[in-house]
């Protein structure tokens, strides 16, 4: 069965220091990868994608992730964290094998940045 | 546009009774998702519609849980004779194509229905 491992569970940081969540999955496959966002109080929101092509995908305010296929990792990344980055982050995956579609998630990393 | 709609937003019930729970999916979306959020489980998918086909039901916890979707749209989820351990988020999505590869595939949620069970 496919599974997903962030291996951080709560990340605490400073502001405009840089960011790195691992993820990693179990699938051999051909994946699609996402990170999601969920800030306090709000609902998941889609902060990046990969597909296919680039390995290197840019998503909103600022993240990228890089999907390294040979290491199973799509790990996630900002050069320079704000206070309003506080919240949760899970990496989710499909595999193609799966027509469903449906989203295996990690157990999510909590992002604390104090000001 | 309009994103992935929830009601109610809160519910509380007691142990035993039944509970509908409903999602209005971004409109022309094709496939809709239920899952659900809890501190023990993380997230955790439940059962997808994708058009016509029968719906994949492989994330049911158990038979006291059921969904259906009308007119390819509107889903409600229904959870039979509440449990406690049924206390937790219970998430909608949906995306414009059903599972495979490139734009479209991907999910938008809704801002869920928090479930407590007494």
């Known amino acids: 069965a496919q599974s997903v491992s962030q291996h951080n569970h709560h990340v605490i940081l400073s502001e405009a220091a840089s960011l790195e969540l691992g993820c990693n999955y179990s699938?051999?496959?051909?994946?699609?990868l996402f990170w999601y966002v969920q800030y306090p109080g709000q609902h998941l929101q889609l902060l990046l994608k990969?597909?296919?092509?680039?390995?290197l995908v840019k998503g909103i305010k600022g993240f990228e992730a890089e999907f390294i296929k040979s290491k199973f990792s799509f790990n996630l990344r900002k050069p320079s964290v704000q206070w309003s980055d506080t919240a949760e982050y899970f990496c989710?995956?499909?595999?193609?094998?799966?027509?469903?579609?449906?989203?295996?998630f990690g157990q999510g990393t909590e992002l604390s940045v104090k000001p | 546009g309009a994103g992935v709609s929830q009601s109610p937003s809160n519910k509380v019930t007691e142990k035993g009774k039944d509970v509908e729970l409903r999602c209005d999916p971004i409109?022309?979306?094709?496939?809709l998702y239920w899952y659900r959020q809890s501190l023990g489980q993380g997230l955790e998918f439940l059962i997808y519609?994708?058009?016509?086909?029968?719906?994949?039901k492989s994330g049911l916890p158990s038979d006291r849980f059921s969904a259906e979707r009308t007119g390819g749209s509107v889903s409600t989820l229904t959870i039979q004779r509440t449990q406690q351990e049924d206390s937790a988020v219970y998430l909608c999505?949906?995306?414009?194509?059903?599972?495979?590869?490139?734009?479209?595939?991907?999910?938008?949620f809704g801002p869920g229905t928090r479930l407590t069970v007494t």
């Open positions: 989710a995956v499909t595999a193609f094998y799966n027509q469903g579609g449906k989203l295996i």
């Open positions: 699938y051999g496959g051909t994946v699609n």
């Open positions: 990969y597909f296919s092509g680039d390995p």
């Open positions: 409109s022309g979306h094709t496939a």
């Open positions: 999505a949906s995306s414009l194509v059903p599972g495979g590869q490139g734009e479209g595939y991907e999910q938008y």
């Open positions: 519609f994708q058009g016509n086909s029968a719906p994949d």
